[in-house]
């Protein structure tokens, strides 16, 4: 018999943490997957690839990725929480009580390492990289995925900045870098933006800001010296093929994140661009019992304080599910069928698939 538990975390970034923390701390023993290096990113998630944080409240001089990871760590086992380092590749969420595998202990085994009545997916989202070269070599020093994260820093400080994107979250980044910079240069390698229309009307006004419709960047340039800073990016026009190097100090990737959800793909509702799909204000997936935490389910904000809060929420929402479980509430499966929630895309649909709400 697998090992069970009332609740069990997928994911170990801010969001699976925090509910760990409160979880832990309702005496509900939960277990938390810390993952091995789960979508090539360490226990901790996105934040240990990071340097500093200068927008997670509570630090007033800033605090490092991965101390910050560190110590939420550290805050989950103080109250209890079982923390495994091992990354789950396979889940069964329509039994129940819910089956977890492991990767290395028991991938293919017909038993799961685990069994739980409720589950919280915190597994998180990468963003998108362009392997451009030079693009290792200047990471972090001044090439970042995170304009909100990273805009402020003083490298960026009225100098001539680029992004790279023409959606929605390039709009509003280019936007935000012209507090910062001396100008803000949009990369846009089609001949139209995909934001949408307020979005583009807003970033084609700023008069900080120059768009280059159908340009690709080639390389980056910069300082030879050992953590030497990008000074320069090399672009090319895709319909001349004519190339030319801009001055960029500070190059910003808005080009999609990739969301963590090809563990339950099939099994819980996601949108089209793989995105869990949760009942808006809550962590309801449309799965009783399953709850979605952190940048999984939040294509919009992305940062450590939302990704906390929506771990914050799970964890209640869980607790609350778990105690009517106890209680044996008989509807629980006939109002879960009863209306099964529609995916389509941006907009979360207004649905009752959890008969808690
Ligand atoms: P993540 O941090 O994405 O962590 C999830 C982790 O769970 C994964 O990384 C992996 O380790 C683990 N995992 C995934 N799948 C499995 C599995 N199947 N089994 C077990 N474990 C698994 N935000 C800010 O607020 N301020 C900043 O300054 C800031 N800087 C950033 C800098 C960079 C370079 C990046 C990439 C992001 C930055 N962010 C910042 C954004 C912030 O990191 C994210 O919003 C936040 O980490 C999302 O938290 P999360 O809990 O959803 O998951
Ligand atoms: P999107 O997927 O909407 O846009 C990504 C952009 O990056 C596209 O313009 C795409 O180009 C471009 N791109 C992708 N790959 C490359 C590449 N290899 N080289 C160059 N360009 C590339 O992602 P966003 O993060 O912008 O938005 C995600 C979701 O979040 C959207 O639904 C958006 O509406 C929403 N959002 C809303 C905000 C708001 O309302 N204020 C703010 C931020 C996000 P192409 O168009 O050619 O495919």
Known sequence: MAPHT????????PAGHTAAIYLSRAELKPVLYEGMLAGGTAAGGQLT??????????????????????EMRAQSLRFGTEI???TITRVDLKSKPFRLWREYEDADADEPAHTADAVIIATGANARRLDLPGEDKYWQNGISACAVCDGAVPIFRNKPLVVIGGGDSAAEEAIFLTKYGSHVTVLVRKDKLRA???????LLANPKVTVKFNHVAVQVQ??????????????KNTV????????????????????????????????????IVTKPGTSYTSLPGVFAAGD??????RQAI???????????????????????????????DAKKPESNGDTAPEYRSNPLL
Do not use: W
């Open 222 to 235: 910069g300082e030879e010296k050992a953590r030497g800073l990008m000074t320069h990016l090399r672009v």
């Open 49 to 70: 690839t990071t340097t500093d944080i200068e927008n997670y409240p509570g630090f007033a001089k800033g605090i490092g990725g991965s101390e910050l990871m560190d």
């Open 306 to 336: 939302t990704s906390a809060g929506s771990g914050c929420m799970a964890a209640l929402e869980a607790e609350k599910y778990l105690a009517d479980l106890e209680d044996d509430e008989p509807t629980l499966d006939k109002e879960q």
């Open 6 to 13: 009332k609740v069990a975390i997928i994911g170990s970034g």
């Open 296 to 301: 999984v389910q939040d294509k919009r904000y």
């Open 196 to 202: 949408s229309k307020t979005m583009a009307k807003r």
């Open 240 to 275: 001349t093929n004519a190339e030319e190097v801009l001055e960029a100090n500070g190059l910003f990737y808005a080009v999609g994140h990739d969301p963590a959800t090809a563990l339950i793909k099939g099994q819980v509702d996601t949108d089209d661009e793989g995105y």
């Open 84 to 86: 495994i380092t091992e």
